[in-house]
Nanobody, 124 residues
Framework: QVQLVESGGGLLQAGGALRLSCAFS????????MGWFRRAPGKGREFVAA????????NYADSVKGRFTISRDNAKNTVWLQMNSLKPEDTAVYYC?????????????????WGQGTQVTVSS
């Protein structure tokens, strides 16, 4: 059974930076594409970023391009989301997700496993 545990969320001011981590356990991490999604208060789940199994291909939502960077280390079973130049509209619960044999899709229905989420709050 795959388990995903996010960490690194917090409260900060606009313009700041934060790095989220997602620790993966349970199966071969290198066979999963990984994604980050978020859910803002009163809104639906939104795709943020994804990375393929080897880390060679990434995919970003237009709203975060140039500000966020997804990366992974298959030796450490970890995926990160570096978030720079944060804005109040980035406030959300951020979720890590895993897609077996995937290819960095933005489609949430393709992801088989989800973490519990970590809260990011950006004040103006």
């Amino acid at each position: 059974q795959v388990q995903l545990v996010e960490s690194g969320g917090g409260l900060l001011q606009a313009g700041g930076a934060l790095r989220l981590s997602c620790a993966f356990s349970g199966r071969a991490f290198s066979t999963f594409a990984m994604g980050w999604f978020r859910r803002a208060p009163g809104k639906g789940r939104e795709f943020v970023a994804a990375i393929n199994m080897r880390g060679a291909r990434t995919n970003y939502a237009d709203s975060v391009k140039g500000r966020f960077t997804i990366s992974r280390d298959n030796a450490k079973n970890t995926v990160w989301l570096q978030m720079n130049s944060l804005k109040p509209e980035d406030t959300a619960v951020y979720y890590c997700a895993a897609d077996r044999w995937g290819d960095a899709t933005m489609e949430s229905g393709r992801y088989n496993y989800w973490g519990q989420g970590t809260q990011v709050t950006v004040s103006s």
